[in-house]
């Protein structure tokens, strides 16, 4: 018996030493975890969609590149193809006479 009031006082002094949470504080806390989740979840998808979009920025770069170099090529053979001297140069292979007056380069 003194054995069984021994562990009730020792069980009743551990009880006062912890303190139980009311249930008021148990919302607060609770809140507070509950708040500390979603902002971890929300980090982690804004994070997620950032790389998302820089991963798409990264393809519009390389698209807008790809399509400058297509265009300074294009450029290139426009200028190529109308050179007064090549379009001389055709206007002889058809029968036409050539008046460097009414040839001009065009751009």
Do not use: P, W
Not at 34 to 61: D, H, K
């Amino acid at each position: 018996m003194t054995n069984t009031k021994h562990s009730e006082a020792v069980s009743n002094a551990l009880q006062k030493r912890i303190r139980t949470f009311s249930r008021v504080e148990k919302v607060f806390y609770g809140a507070i975890i509950l708040t500390a989740i979603t902002m971890a979840i929300s980090i982690i998808f804004l994070q997620s969609r950032n790389l998302q979009v820089q991963q798409q920025i990264s393809e519009l770069n390389s698209d807008i590149n790809a399509q400058k170099t297509e265009l300074n090529n294009a450029k290139q053979e426009v200028s190529e193809l109308t050179q007064k001297s090549r379009v001389t140069e055709i206007a002889n292979q058809a029968g036409l006479k050539a008046e460097n007056a009414t040839i001009a380069e065009v751009e």
